[in-house]
């Protein structure tokens, strides 16, 4: 075997390596997304639970309606959800386009890793970041991280609105950027005008609702960071789906060269072999 066709025969097995390491990343990709996707419902219903609970505790509640609390000079909260790795399409810069006009006012908490570190690139500084999960059973520790920090940073700057921007893969559409306002939570957008049986409780109305409002953030919460994780693994899914058509491509590619200089070699020798015939007559 000459020298060319060992060269065109190692690329070929390199380009085999490579197409078996994206099929796999696609793979595991598929797998948390589908995982996520199946939280989804679950998330949403939990936060439906908590919004009926509200509206059947002001069923409770006699006191007159507390007025809401102004925004005072405290910088606004945004939470922003990129990626946590990398190979997964376009979607953190466009949910940092997104925040861009938010950078050096307001409050960010960011999440992702690798939103975290292309933020740093275009040299724009979050105040808070953690990570994403790398499995979807650990978004509600995420969230629950990011509870922690809102809560902590309002404890000390005072009532500011809190909003958070997170990804939406859709299958059509691909990834879409979202907006939504997390607080504060107006009990008011509940209604009381519940049916059945006044419910019993341990605690008194006002601090019930106060608790019932926490998990209803903490939903929401739960709802973008499980958005984030499948928009992140659908985004890699396509990546590595385009991967593998240039690699088959190129496999072929090679495959043909690996032909053509085969045939050229057994061609060299043939023409060899009758040479040395015919000088031998």
Not at 130 to 142: E, F, Q, W, Y
Not at 151 to 158: E, F, I, K, P, T
Not at 165 to 187: C, E, H
Not at 191 to 214: C, D, H, K, Y
Request: with cysteine; aromatic share 6%; proline share 5%.
């Amino acid at each position: 075997m000459s020298d060319r066709l060992a060269e065109v025969g190692w690329r070929i097995a390199t380009v085999r390596q490579l197409g078996a390491v994206v099929n796999a990343m696609r793979g595991i990709a598929g797998a948390r997304a589908q995982q996520s996707r199946a939280l989804l419902p679950a998330i949403r219903a939990y936060a439906e639970v908590a919004a009926g609970a509200i509206a059947q505790a002001r069923r409770l509640d006699r006191s007159e309606p507390a007025e809401p609390q102004r925004p005072g000079k405290a910088r606004p909260g945004l939470i922003v959800f990129g990626a946590e790795q990398g190979f997964a399409g376009a979607f953190v810069e466009q949910a940092l386009d997104a925040a861009r006009g938010d950078f050096g006012h307001a409050y960010i908490l960011l999440v992702g890793t690798r939103a975290a570190a292309l933020a740093g690139e275009r040299g724009l500084a979050a105040e808070w970041q953690t990570s994403l999960p790398n499995r979807a059973a650990a978004i509600p520790d995420t969230a629950r991280r990011i509870v922690e920090a809102v809560y902590d940073y309002l404890a000390s700057a005072g009532p500011a609105p809190v909003a958070m921007l997170f990804p939406v893969w859709r299958a059509a559409g691909g990834v879409t950027i979202v907006r939504r306002s997390l607080l504060p939570f107006d009990p008011a957008g509940t209604s009381a005008s519940g049916t059945g049986a006044v419910p019993l409780t341990n605690l008194p109305p006002a601090e019930l609702i106060v608790r019932l409002a926490q998990e209803h953030v903490f939903a929401q919460l739960c709802e973008a960071a499980a958005e984030a994780f499948a928009a992140e693994n659908e985004a890699r899914m396509a990546t590595m789906a385009a991967a593998k058509t240039n690699i088959d491509g190129k496999l072929a590619a090679l495959q043909a060269e690996e032909r053509l200089t085969r045939q050229e070699e057994i061609t060299a020798e043939v023409v060899e072999l009758a040479a040395g015939a015919r000088s031998r007559r």
